[in-house]
């Protein structure tokens, strides 16, 4: 996750960077911060795949204690 981070700061306004950061941080259990870039990169480009994405992000937090 830490080329994407350092992908994401270097272009912050290039959605797909901020898309597989906001995968990554999912997939490597941290939902929160996921939603934060998927929703940032979402604000620039619509994306199905990110929107999903966003879904699963948001459905983890909920489970969440």
């Known amino acids: 996750a830490e080329l994407f981070f350092e992908l994401a700061q270097a ?5 797909p960077s901020l898309f597989n950061l906001g ?13 934060l870039y ?4 979402l604000g620039l480009r619509d994306d199905a795949g990110a929107r999903a994405l966003l879904r699963e992000a948001e459905a ?6």
């Open 23 to 35: 995968r990554n941080l999912l997939f490597g259990g941290r939902p929160s911060e996921a939603a």
């Open 38 to 41: 998927l929703r940032r990169g």
């Open 11 to 15: 272009r912050p306004t290039h959605a």
């Open 60 to 65: 983890r937090i909920q489970e969440t204690p």
